[in-house]
């Protein structure tokens, strides 16, 4: 069966469902740019900024696209995620506006802050001991007492449809700049922002190649792209990267990366820093360390990329002021 | 002769126009929310981030405004404009990209980082001792001896046509928010684009009202409206919001403000600072204190404003890391 027949996850008539679903409410992120940043990498340098997205990363988009889509009366009973980050924001915030209840199961040693927020966006947040108990078998009882429906991080068609429209903005928006040919940098965890954006722009602006972006220590994906199979991470903490750390690529979303992406680069961790700080100083915006990543990657491994202009999607911006005040002492 | 005969400064044909020549190059920057503002503000919050503009202010669109409508031959001997901020960064940035020269006049005692970032943007600098010389002859000579268009920074009708695309976009991004009625609240120095939105609003959104926002003890504006003539400050610097500060409102756009704006709206410039911190943390924005006063009035006089919604205008981001780093410490 010849490779253009393989099912993927979702198609570009997906995306462009997923797309119509998202217009009343998602934030269109414009793209960003400073001659400033063009100078320190030594091409044009276009950021998307997804940081600005509801809850302050791409995250609103997968979980609209995925509630959206339910049959109403599903809908209705509620919405359950697993995510102690911006996953469980996207999805509170998504059930929240379509007037349905969400219950987000979280370890009990998450952040306080994170737990109030995801709270205040309007979800039951339960917490669950991680020494002792087991969070799939707390979730999926919650889930059939309450007829929930459990929506996944990245390894969900829907999910991954959601993000891609992140990817049809890019290709709209790179048109606009005269940009038919770059490297698009993706901060890369589970990979379904990464395969979203690469289904895509294979349709709609095939000279761009989507490349994810991931952190030293936990480069899961740029290992699985080199070795032709799913690799996995020694750890899944201790990286200030924390949102986008996820063991191995989905299983939905490798055989994407995999057919539509270019290598991986692999980024250390402390040019995150820097790279918020110019994003601040430069571009105002707000990025998180694990937002920060790929542009991190534009800016300080120039000799990694290809072509004039460098396209990096900034993922999220949900960053404590001790870390954000850390990154400001780069500059 | 009836009112509404009476000259203003730019009529919305002209605002139109100035649109149809940003357009190539504008950001058009989105309308943010956050659930965390509503609550804090007890209404809905609009921001419009004019921080994510070319070189970080609204100040782009006015230069560009005025660059782009002057006769090709006129411009390629170059612009003129006295400005040690915000202004002096749009000017060097538009001039640039039109491929013709600019110097901007700054003070020898402005901060080293303005005097670089002004000339990286492609600008000549030249300094003057605010003691001993007189900036408006050294300008002069310059501009007559090379044939340069001089540029205000608020006082000119290009100009405020330029900052008021600002309020073309609130007007189409109310409606499709589905506001009809709000208060409009924007940073306001000379009054440029305090001016230019309501000239912009009263013609596509005329159920928003303008209202001009100021720190305490540079009050000219609110103090003008009130007493019907043009006030002056008792002073123009030692305020945290600098970018903001002028003497007096301009000849131009004060009698446009009184016939379209409702009452100025005086802050304290500390509120200033914990409004940077809330962008931070829930728009995933950076302002300077300056362009925070808008949304620093919106979170934290709410008695002062009227309606269930209530739009700020976010005019810059071009702050330090030690003073957003003190924001910081409002969290």
Redesign the interface.
């Known amino acids: 069966m010849p490779d253009t027949l393989t099912p993927f996850p979702a198609s570009i008539d997906d995306i462009r469902a997923a797309n119509a679903r998202l217009d009343p409410v998602v ?4 793209l ?1 740019s400073s ?2 940043l063009d ?1 320190i990498a030594g091409r044009r340098v276009l950021v998307k ?1 997804e ?2 997205q509801h809850t ?1 990363s791409f995250k609103f988009r997968g979980a609209w696209s995925a509630i959206s889509a339910l049959d109403p009366d599903v809908r209705a009973k509620g919405i359950i995620a697993f995510s102690s980050g911006n996953h469980a924001q996207g999805i509170a ?1 998504a059930a929240t506006r379509h007037g349905v209840p969400s219950v987000i199961i979280m370890p009990g040693n998450a952040p306080a802050v994170k737990i109030a ?1 995801t709270r ?2 309007g979800a039951e947040v339960v917490l669950y001991d991680r020494e002792t108990e087991d969070r799939d078998e707390i979730g999926a009882k919650i889930a059939e007492d309450r007829g929930l429906t459990l929506i996944k991080p990245f390894d969900d068609p829907l999910v991954i449809a959601g993000q891609a429209t992140c990817g049809l903005e890019i290709a709209t928006q790179a048109a606009e700049a005269g940009v038919t040919s770059a490297d698009v940098l993706v901060c890369c965890g589970g990979g379904g922002l990464t395969s979203g954006i690469a289904i895509a722009l294979e349709a709609e602006a095939p000279g761009l190649r989507v490349r994810p972006v991931e952190p030293v220590g936990f480069d899961d994906v740029a290992r699985s792209l080199l070795s032709g199979r799913i690799e996995r991470n020694d750890r899944v903490s201790g990286s200030i990267c924390d949102a986008i750390i996820t063991p191995t690529p989905g299983e939905l979303t490798f055989p994407v990366m995999q057919r539509l992406c270019g290598p991986g680069v692999v980024v250390p961790e402390e040019l995150c820093l820097k790279a918020m ?1 110019e994003a ?2 430069r ?5 998180e360390p694990g937002g920060a990543i790929a542009l991190a990657a534009a800016l300080y491994m120039p000799e990694t990329v290809e072509g004039d202009t460098v396209i990096a999607v900034a993922s999220g ?2 960053v404590d ?1 001790p870390m ?2 850390k990154a ?2 780069e ?1």
Do not use: M, S
């Open positions: 934030r269109r992120t414009p960003l001659p400033f100078e900024p940081c600005l302050g915030h927020n205040a966006l700080a601040f100083n571009l105002k915006i707000v990025l911006g949900n002021a954000f005040t400001l002492a500059l």
